[in-house]
């Protein structure tokens, strides 16, 4: 059944019976009957328009069946009912499956919907627990390489039990995953921004706003390497939890740590020179943040040495001009983590591999090489392999007639796919995506240039892109050989016009091979945007890590 709050149509296709009805009144609810009217009965035509006051019934299969019979001016009664069923006021929210049940991890496939892919690789993940009297609300990023790769479901399934919950289920996931608080999305969507999706689960606090009652984001205890720089985002609120905004110099620091010095803002940096505690391995003492009658207080160990360092990662293989942020790790005493700032150590790496930075920002060379890079602090020393090289291969050249097609979503968006001689990177054509999304449109609009090109065991996609300057969402759709599609970014927005840019994006590492690209296309998802122009790609190649070869 579709009520005008689904939209103006049904969307559905012409293999079903559609009965379009007159009720008596809207809205529909739980177990109060209404009577209706069947104006019209609609078959093989499907999307069915949805007139305001209005509803459609729409049936496939045994459901046609059933509604085939039925004639214009006929009366008839409805009535939905939930099964078991609600008592008044309850509210729902799908999802599934279960995670966790008496606190131990219970995954439950009970409607034998779940697959391979969505529940053994690594996605973005939206989960519900329950934790004594407490309601947790749990988002995972993923998808991202570098970031965050997501995690499997008994991943999250052990996650949430390690928060403490006896209860709890998956909720939904991929690019709807977003949690928003306070006006502010809080993690990093896998799209690149909120998606818009049917429902969502949402806490109120009616309660009003006051003085500030308590600061947080001070932790009880922290263990610094000399050296260090470091910042928490020191923030108030009031009696019921709403925050209290902070003007800038409102905080006021003090410390008696030997050697730490600490700015208006917040800034913390530990001197280098340290004389440890009479029979400690640190010196000591505390960082107070003050506000008017407020305080919170952090015990601080300042350590002169580290006993060992190590990089993160401890190997690396790159792409030639590909770059990798190394994370420099420093212990004390008993394996105890260090906080430690990359200000702290001594970079170092072969030349013939690249650069490095003092934030361990790596930069590849153009030439294939080996060789390490290094920090050192004092006589505490930690090094990285780094392997420079690999394959890169032609994917298309758009020189020949090509095989590229276009699709369009909406199905009557305006928008072509054609080799031009218009503009070319290399040689003499490239390939044209023109798009037009200057009507007023709900929902994503794309035009796609589709084309099966094998990637093999690439780890990434690189193209050059004359661009247009109107902010266009270019992106790409990759296959797996499990059938799973994945999706790249190549330009966020393509905000550069009259020059080819080289763009590029990460494949999948844990996909299984080979990898298969489906389509370019660019996309516009903010239906307060209408950009329409042309993006021109040429010179298409995957890269490859030097051991698969190309």
Known sequence: MFTPRFGDSTHTNPRGVEVYLAPDALPLRPGVPINARVRAVQVGAGNAPIQPGGLVLSGAGSAATFLRPLKPGLEITLEAQFYPPLKPGTQIIGGGPRLVSKGRVDLRDEHGILTASFAER????????????????????????????????????????????????????????????????????????????????????????????????????VDVLAGSVWQWPVSAEDQYYNPVDLQPGSLHWSTDVPGLRISTAGRMEAGREVTPNPGEAFASGTITARLGDL?????????????????????????????????????????????????????????????????????????????????????????????????????????????????????DLPGSVKLSATRAHSGRRSLALQYDFSAPAEGVRAVYARADRTL???????????????????????????????????ARRVDWSGEWREVSAALPTKAPAPLVLESLYVVETDPNQHPRGTVFVDDLRADFRPENGG
């Open 122 to 221: 690594r996605h973005p993940r939206t989960a519900l627990g329950l934790a004594g009297d407490r309601l947790l609300l749990v988002t995972v990023d993923g998808r991202q390489p570098g970031y965050s790769v997501g995690m499997t479901l008994q991943e999250l399934a052990q996650q949430m039990v390690d928060l403490g919950c006896e209860d709890a289920m998956n909720l939904d996931g991929g690019g709807s995953t977003t949690m928003w608080t306070r006006g502010v999305v809080r993690n990093r969507p896998s799209d690149g921004q909120e998606r818009k999706v049917a429902n969502a689960l949402i806490v109120f606090s009616t309660a009003p706003r006051g003085r500030a009652a308590r600061l947080l984001g001070l932790p009880q205890a």
């Open 295 to 411: 305080r919170q207080r952090c015990v601080v160990r300042v350590y002169p040495r580290p006993e060992r360092l190590a990089l993160d990662p401890p190997a690396a293989e790159l792409l030639l001009g590909e770059g990798l942020r190394f994370q420099a790790q420093a212990f004390g005493p008993g394996g105890r983590l260090l906080l430690a700032s990359p200000e702290a150590f001594t970079w170092q790496c072969d030349s013939k591999i690249g650069r490095v930075g003092a934030d361990g920002a790596f930069q590849a060379g153009e030439q294939e090489a080996a060789g390490a890079v290094s920090i050192a602090f004092g006589e505490a020393r930690a090094e990285a392999t780094v392997r420079v090289g690999g394959a890169s291969r032609l994917i298309a050249g758009f020189e020949g007639s090509g095989s590229w097609s276009v699709a369009v979503k909406p199905p």
């Open 456 to 490: 093999g065991s690439a780890v990434r996609l690189r193209a050059w892109v004359y661009g247009d300057g109107q902010e266009g969402w270019l992106r790409a759709h990759v296959r797996d050989a499990d059938g799973a599609t994945h999706y790249l970014t190549l």
